[in-house]
Nanobody, 126 residues
Framework: QVQLVESGGGLVQAGGSLRLSCAAS????????MGWFRQAPGQEREFVAV??????????LYTDSVKGRFTISRDNAKNSVYLHMNSLKPEDTALYYC?????????????????WGQGTQVTVSS
């Protein structure tokens, strides 16, 4: 099993930046495809970004609304995954979750993820 703890959320003005961190324990993140999801009040949890554990080099996918603004990365030495968020918009406001999947490919599907953190709140003011 792997335990995930997110941090780095907060209140930021529109146009600002945040870096979310996801620290893993129990297993190394290099064994997992790692994703970020978010959930706004009254809405379903949605995919944000994923980085696979492909042996041929990690592939990354993003939801269309964050392409060019968000970047997912991983640091296997620190057993962590990050979500760098730039040019934040009020519609990015949500609880952001880190998740780990045992599948080798980059997946956008909520059901493909086996482990989840508790989330970190991001609030973007206009």
């Amino acid at each position: 099993q792997v335990q995930l703890v997110e941090s780095g959320g907060g209140l930021v003005q529109a146009g600002g930046s945040l870096r979310l961190s996801c620290a893993a324990s129990g297993r190394t993140v290099s064994m997992y495809t790692m994703g970020w999801f978010r959930q706004a009040p009254g809405q379903e949890r949605e995919f944000v970004a994923v980085i696979s554990r492909s042996a041929y080099g990690p592939s990354k996918l993003y939801t269309d609304s964050v392409k060019g603004r968000f970047t997912i990365s991983r640091d296997n030495a620190k057993n962590s995954v990050y979500l760098h968020m730039n040019s934040l918009k009020p519609e990015d406001t949500a609880l952001y979750y880190c998740a780990a999947s045992g599948r080798g490919y980059a997946s956008k599907r909520y059901a493909d993820y086996d482990y989840w953190g508790q989330g970190t709140q991001v609030t973007v003011s206009s």
